[in-house]
C-alpha cells in the first residue's frame, strides 16, 4: 500500500510540474483552470476548445497541451525536470500539497509549484520578509542584520531574496542567531545568484530554504525578480524594507505586501540619502517606523516578548548600570559619540584626547561592549537594535 501510495502522489506531482511547464500558462490561468476541472490531470486531458472556454490560451500553449510532438516535447521535458530534481535533492511541492504554504495559497497569483531546497517545513513559518537595496551603505547592512538578529532570537522566520546589500545582511543576521532564515530565488535552485553567495546558499539550506518559482536552469533575468517578490511577501507576516531609492524592487515588494493584506514597515535613514528616498516615502503613505524592534513584535502579540527583554533608546549597557563601571575618562568620550560614525581625529578632536589615548579608551569601550568598530578607523555607539 505505501509503495501504491507513493507512485500515485508522483504521478500528480508530475502532472502538476507539467502543467507549471506549459509555456505562456501564468498561475492565474492555472489557478482558475484547476478551479473548473478539478485536477492538473484532468486540465491537462481536456479538450483545448474546454480549456479555452474557461480561460483565453496563448497559442504557445495551446500548441504544448494539444496532442502531437507538442505535448510530447512537454511530457518529455516534465519527466527530465522531475528526474533532475530528484537528483540534486530539491522537493517540488505543487499548490495542493499538505507542505504548500497556506499564506501564499492565499494571494492572488500563488505560484504553481515551489521548488524547494532544505527543509519544506520551514515554509509555513511566523516570518517577517526583510528587503532593501543591493548597493547598501554600511548604517543599512549593520540595521539589517540587528533587526533580522533580534526577530530571529524571538523565533520569527526571515525571509528575503539572498541579492547582495540588505538581503545578505538579513539571512547573515539571522543565522547568526542559530535561527531559520528562507531565501527566494529570482533564478531555477541550480543557479546560484549572486554567485559570490554560494556559502550563504548552502548555510540556509543547511537550516532553512531556499525557494524557488522557476524550472532549474532559469537564469537570473531582470524581469523575473518583481514577480519573485510576491512570494516574499506572500509567505511573511509583514515586510520590513531598508533603505530602498526611489525606484526600487524594495518598494515593487511592499506593494505586493500590501496588495495581500501584509503589514508594512520601514526604517528610517538620512534624509539626505538618494537610498532611503524610498523607505521614507512608505512612510508618508503610512507604513510603520521602525525605532526598535518592539514597533514590528507589537504588530504579532509575540508570546516570547516583553518590553523589559527589548532594547530601545539607550545602548543595553547603559540602561543596566554598567556605564558605572566605566572611568570617568571613558565616560566623558563616550559620551560624544552617538550611532553615527566619527573618526578618531574627529574624535579626539572633540575629547581634547591625543589620537593615541583616544585610540586607547576606543579600545577599552569596545572590549566592554559600548562601540562598534567601523571600516576607515571610524566608531559609532552600540546600536540599541543590537541583542
Not at 333 to 338: A, E, K, R
Request: hydrophobic content about 40%.
Amino acid at each position: 500500500m505505501v509503495e501504491k501510495a507513493d507512485v500515485r502522489g508522483g504521478k500528480h506531482r508530475q502532472a502538476w510540474l507539467t502543467l507549471h511547464l506549459v509555456p505562456g500558462l501564468g498561475p492565474v490561468t492555472c489557478k482558475r483552470l484547476i478551479a473548473h476541472f478539478g485536477s492538473p490531470e484532468e486540465v491537462l486531458s481536456a479538450d483545448i476548445a474546454d480549456l479555452a472556454a474557461v480561460s483565453p490560451l496563448r497559442q504557445e500553449s495551446i500548441a504544448a497541451l494539444r496532442s502531437g510532438e507538442g505535448r510530447k516535447s512537454l511530457d518529455a521535458r516534465a519527466q527530465e525536470e522531475f528526474t533532475l530534481a530528484a537528483e540534486k535533492e530539491i522537493s517540488l511541492i505543487p499548490y495542493d500539497d499538505p507542505l504548500y504554504p497556506v499564506p501564499l495559497q492565499q494571494i492572488h497569483d500563488p505560484p504553481v509549484m515551489l521548488y524547494v531546497r532544505g527543509i519544506p517545513e520551514v515554509l509555513n513559518c511566523k516570518g517577517i520578509g526583510m528587503v532593501g537595496a543591493r548597493s547598501a551603505t554600511h548604517y543599512g547592512k549593520s540595521v539589517a542584520w540587528k533587526i533580522a538578529n533580534s526577530l530571529a532570537g524571538r523565533d520569527f522566520t526571515i525571509i528575503s531574496g539572498m541579492a547582495l546589500g540588505i538581503d545578505t545582511a538579513a539571512h547573515q543576521g539571522a543565522l547568526e542567531a542559530g535561527a531559520r532564515t528562507i531565501a527566494v530565488l529570482g533564478c531555477g535552485l541550480d543557479v546560484i545568484y549572486p554567485p559570490s553567495n554560494g556559502k550563504l546558499y548552502k548555510d540556509i539550506v543547511a537550516s532553512g530554504a531556499v525557494v524557488s518559482e522557476y524550472p532549474l536552469g532559469t537564469k537570473p533575468e531582470s524581469f523575473r525578480f518583481p514577480a519573485r517578490n510576491r512570494i516574499i511577501s506572500g509567505l511573511s507576516l509583514g515586510v520590513v524594507v531598508v533603505e530602498a531609492a526611489s525606484r526600487s524592487g524594495s518598494l515593487i515588494t511592499a506593494g505586493h505586501a500590501l496588495e495581500q493584506g501584509r503589514e508594512v514597515f520601514a526604517v528610517p535613514g538620512r534624509i539626505d540619502s538618494g537610498k532611503s528616498a524610498g523607505t521614507h516615502s512608505l512612510l508618508q503613505q503610512g507604513a510603520k517606523l521602525v525605532h526598535s524592534i518592539q514597533d514590528i513584535i507589537e504588530e504579532f502579540h509575540s508570546p516570547q516578548w516583553s518590553p523589559e527583554s527589548e532594547h530601545t533608546g539607550s545602548p543595553p549597557e547603559v540602561k543596566t548600570g554598567e556605564r558605572a563601571k566605566l572611568s570617568q575618562e571613558e565616560s566623558a568620550l563616550f559620551s560624544i559619540l552617538d550611532v553615527y560614525p566619527l573618526t578618531i581625529d574627529e574624535i579626539a578632536r572633540e575629547s581634547g584626547y591625543t589620537p593615541q589615548k583616544t585610540s586607547e579608551l576606543l579600545l577599552l569601550l569596545e572590549l566592554k561592549g559600548f562601540v562598534e568598530p567601523l571600516p576607515g578607523k571610524s566608531y559609532q555607539k552600540r546600536s540599541a537594535l543590537a541583542r
